[in-house]
């Protein structure tokens, strides 16, 4: 079970109300098993342990290795291991599976190929449902007013994570025409909460000297929070009429970046209009990215033990760990502004989820208020220098 703090920093979302006449009551728990691929990652790490510890169903991780399970290990939970692209260890997870929730991360490459084993897989385990996490993403970071889920796609965006979600999209939508599956694919925006990126991510980053806002964050953030996200996935697998469909989600509230970072900076002690910087005219990837993408990095990562590749991941955790500990850091005269970043902080447009509210009868669980007083209890219990962290060393 979580200990007390992180139980406060990221407490079970119970509060949403679900349309009657097409789910299940609380009381209800769900029948048969559901295969949460990616179960390592943010969002199906949470998955498992919302289902598992609200009872709602019988939950079967699936990660690519066998360390990558240590994050869930503290529930008594039968995992397996199959890589994504690995059809036959692929079917043998999925045994026994009725749904499958496809959470799986990675590289644009990762992202693509992975859709046909997942697929092939769940048909030929017997799954009836497969639910694909896709990305509000696919729409671009600064999508037209008026875009939703009937809007033209395009795989030529300046961002390949984009066009990468796009052709799994796509190839998703070949491969189900055979109806072996049913598919239902949900489009979440910036996903943010406990154990995120764009949580603890910036908080590092605000510590570390890196952080910014493109014009002061005043543009909209299409915010979905990690618990709302998982509400929409029960639904998707719930009601029946889902199949075939996609879904935009969100959170009710429209806010501003401004308004989802300054409760992390607030918490450490920051000024978020210390971090306003312009748009920049050009862009130019951060030499970390650079390297991350480089055939040359991926390779010698690949031919390095396992044990290596393990104890350099520590030894950059414990890197970040050490930066934490400082409760004083000058900013950085300049930063490195993304090109994603950039379009993202002057998006003008707040994504709708009506159809998600209309069909799967989803209202977001957690309101945003309550979803930043989870993250910043978690960066509490993460051991970030937080007010109260400090308050507590004196």
């Not at 006449?21 to 559901?34: A, I, K, P, S």
């Not at 599956?181 to 949900?186: G, I, K, Y």
């Not at 469909?245 to 509230?253: K, S, V």
């Amino acid at each position: 079970m979580l200990c007390q703090a992180e139980a406060d920093g990221h407490a079970l979302a119970r509060s949403g109300r679900i349309a009657p006449c097409r789910c299940l009551r609380r009381d209800q728990t769900m029948t048969g098993t559901v295969a949460v691929l990616g179960a390592n990652g943010f969002i199906g790490c949470r998955t498992v342990e919302l289902l598992h510890l609200s009872a709602w169903a019988n939950v079967r991780p699936i990660v690519r290795r066998p360390g990558a399970f240590a994050s869930l290990s503290r529930f008594a939970i039968d995992a397996m291991v199959a890589d994504a692209r690995d059809l036959q260890a692929l079917t043998a997870a999925f045994s026994g599976c009725k749904y499958v929730v496809h959470a799986v991360a990675g590289d644009a490459r990762t992202i693509v190929d992975a859709i046909e084993p997942v697929y092939r897989a769940a048909a030929a385990a017997g799954v009836v449902r497969l639910i694909y996490l896709s990305s509000a993403s696919v729409h671009g970071q600064s999508p037209p007013s008026g875009t939703d889920e009937r809007s033209a796609l395009h795989d030529d965006q300046a961002i390949e994570y984009n066009n990468a979600k796009v052709r799994a999209e796509r190839r998703l939508g070949q491969l189900s025409r055979d109806d072996a599956v049913q598919v239902v694919v949900l489009r979440p925006g910036i996903v943010f909460g406990p154990r995120s990126s764009w949580t603890g991510g910036f908080a590092d980053e605000l510590i570390d000297g890196s952080a910014y806002l493109v014009d002061g964050g005043r543009g909209i953030c299409n915010s979905a929070y990690v618990d709302n996200v998982i509400h929409a996935i029960k639904l998707a697998i719930e009601v029946p009429e889902a199949s075939g469909q996609t879904y935009l989600i969100g959170d009710r509230e429209e806010i501003s970046w401004a308004d989802l970072c300054r409760p992390i900076a607030e918490a450490l002690g920051f000024d978020l209009a210390a971090v306003s910087v312009s748009a920049p005219l050009s862009f130019a990837p951060s030499w970390k990215q650079r390297l991350k993408e480089s055939k040359g990095y991926r390779r010698l990562v690949q031919s390095l033990p396992r044990p290596a590749r393990s104890g350099l991941k520590a030894g950059y955790a414990e890197w970040r760990k050490a930066g934490r500990k400082a409760t004083a850091v000058t900013m950085a005269p300049t930063v490195m502004v993304s090109e994603e970043r950039a379009l993202l902080h002057q998006c003008q447009t707040k994504l709708p989820w009506r159809k998600a509210e209309h069909e799967l009868g989803y209202r977001p669980a957690v309101s945003f208020e309550e979803a930043c007083r989870r993250s910043v209890g978690w960066l509490t219990f993460a051991g970030y220098p937080t007010c109260r962290n400090r308050t507590g060393e004196r």
